[in-house]
């Protein structure tokens, strides 16, 4: 069968793209310091998020130092704010310590997003959700709610603030 030198360049074009596509989708999926969301954070009543008598620690949000190098930040997304996280109540972790995110809705479908990182999640009511990461830089991180929640979701945000490892004092920040 006589190809066309025209053909054979347009189809080994036509394979690299192929190749490429597949090598980005699949490094956005298993690459290096990337993992997927799953159900491991468990399940919880957003109606019990909401009265604050879940039992658990989403009752009274905030940084909870669990060892030396670890810390979890309970966080409940509801309209239209975190806690902690928006208005004067910033998150607060140390940077180079492993920080556990577990996030709740008490009411609608939220998003956790924090920006210059690669921590996004979806939140779900009646679900947590759990990231785990190393901030290796400081200084101050936006937060975002990116799913659409309601009429003022475009005003649902905060911050997260990142110290150094040594300048940080373990403290609850609730409200
Ligand atoms: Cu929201």
Redesign the pocket.
């Known amino acids: 069968m006589q190809v066309h030198n025209f053909e054979k360049v347009w189809l080994g074009a036509a394979i690299l793209l192929i190749v490429g596509f597949i090598a980005t989708i699949s490094y956005g999926t298993v690459g290096a310091g990337i993992s997927m969301v799953d159900d491991s954070g468990g399940q919880i009543s957003a109606q019990a998020v909401q009265n604050g008598n879940t039992g658990t620690q989403f009752d009274d949000p905030g940084v909870v130092q669990a060892s030396e190098d670890q810390v979890v930040v309970y966080v409940v ?4 704010q975190f806690r902690p996280g928006s208005g004067d109540t910033p998150i607060r972790v140390p940077a180079d310590t492993r920080v556990t995110f577990k996030v709740t809705s008490a009411d ?4 956790f997003s924090i920006t210059e990182t690669n921590i996004n999640t979806m ?1 779900i009511p009646g679900q947590v959700a759990e990231v785990t990461a190393v901030f290796d830089e400081t200084g101050t991180y936006g937060l975002v ?1 990116h ?4 009429a003022a ?1 475009h005003t ?1 945000g905060g911050s997260v603030e990142v110290v150094p490892k040594d300048q940080y004092e373990p403290q609850e920040v609730s409200n």
């Open positions: 997304a509801q309209q239209f609608v479908v939220h998003g939140v709610c799913e659409y929640c309601g979701h649902m």
